[in-house]
């Protein structure tokens, strides 16, 4: 099976909202990063926000060709 393609970012926090996360992420056995993504997806849905899979062809507005 193939990887999910992702697209990088750099992400700033403060060391303390970090380190929640990373003791969150090893309680539910996630890494950092998984445990981010579940976090946001959290946080769209909440929002109201529709999560949308972007297929691997098509580019956002900050995608260059």
Known sequence: ???KPRK???MR???GVMAAVERLAAAELRSVNAQVEVLLREALTRRG???TEVRQNDQG???TP
Do not use: C, E, Q
């Open 1 to 3: 099976m193939a990887a």
């Open 8 to 10: 990088p970012f750099l």
């Open 13 to 15: 926090a403060a060391p």
């Open 49 to 51: 926000l529709s999560i």
């Open 61 to 63: 507005p900050d995608d």
